[in-house]
């Protein structure tokens, strides 16, 4: 199975402060990887996919990169609707595998 | 509108079985893939499997491999998961989703289904 490390577990920010999450594979997934936003009591939602394309209705301030094995993503204004567990998700090969999430919380 | 509602779960003794369903409606369920995802308690995120458009192929995360299985019913657009011999660990939200169809990624999730196996 491909194992994805994802950091920091938790994450406490300002309000339009730059965060940056990351994600770690444990081989080459290429661009198969997406990123996903859970606000609390909510279900996920599709944030990015392919590593850095942004799915339909997501704000711009989200973006997503990619450095070899390692997978970023920006939320580079952060606001007050942010907060939520952030997680990626390797789609390249069964079975798809999960970060552990990172919680965001307004500092 | 894509809509997917989750249902069957509930408390239920370990070594038993349970039978989940989702109804999906707001698209046409027998063109996607769909998979069952899961959440535990402490929000960790697991894949469970999916099962091709027609029913004619599943694919399973080797640890539930075999105690889960995934069916489908497009004639009713719905997705079960029947699970078997459940443990305290398969206590979890579970979710229905289908891919989208520019791959592996999941778009649409239901409200998800709590299951809690507990004596």
């Known amino acids: 199975d491909i194992q994805m490390t994802q950091s920091p577990a938790s994450l406490s920010a300002s309000l339009e402060e730059i965060v940056t999450i990351t994600c770690q594979a444990s081989q080459d997934i290429g661009n198969w990887l997406a990123w996903y936003q859970q606000k609390p009591g909510k279900s996920p939602q599709l944030l990015i996919y392919g590593a850095t394309s942004l799915a339909d209705g997501v704000p711009s301030r989200f973006s997503g990169s990619r450095s070899g094995t390692q997978y970023s993503l920006k939320i580079s204004r952060l606001q007050v609707e942010d907060i939520g567990i952030y997680y990626c998700q390797q789609a390249s090969s069964a079975p798809l595998t999960f970060g552990s999430g990172t919680k965001l919380e307004i500092k | 509108e894509v809509q997917l509602v989750e249902s069957g779960g509930g408390l239920v003794q370990p070594g038993a079985s349970l039978k989940l369903s989702c109804v999906a409606s707001g698209f046409t369920f027998s063109d996607y893939w769909m998979s069952w995802v899961r959440q535990t308690p402490g929000k960790t995120m697991e894949w469970i499997g999916d099962?091709?458009?027609?029913?004619?192929?599943?694919n399973y995360a080797p640890s539930l491999k075999n105690r889960f299985t995934i069916s489908r019913d497009n004639a009713k657009s719905t997705l079960y998961l029947q699970m078997s011999n459940v443990r305290s660990e398969d206590t979890a939200t579970y979710y229905c989703t289908p891919y989208v169809y520019y791959g592996p990624y999941f778009d649409y999730w239901g409200q998800g289904v709590m299951v809690t196996v507990s004596s």
């Open positions: 099962i091709k458009y027609d029913g004619s192929y599943t």
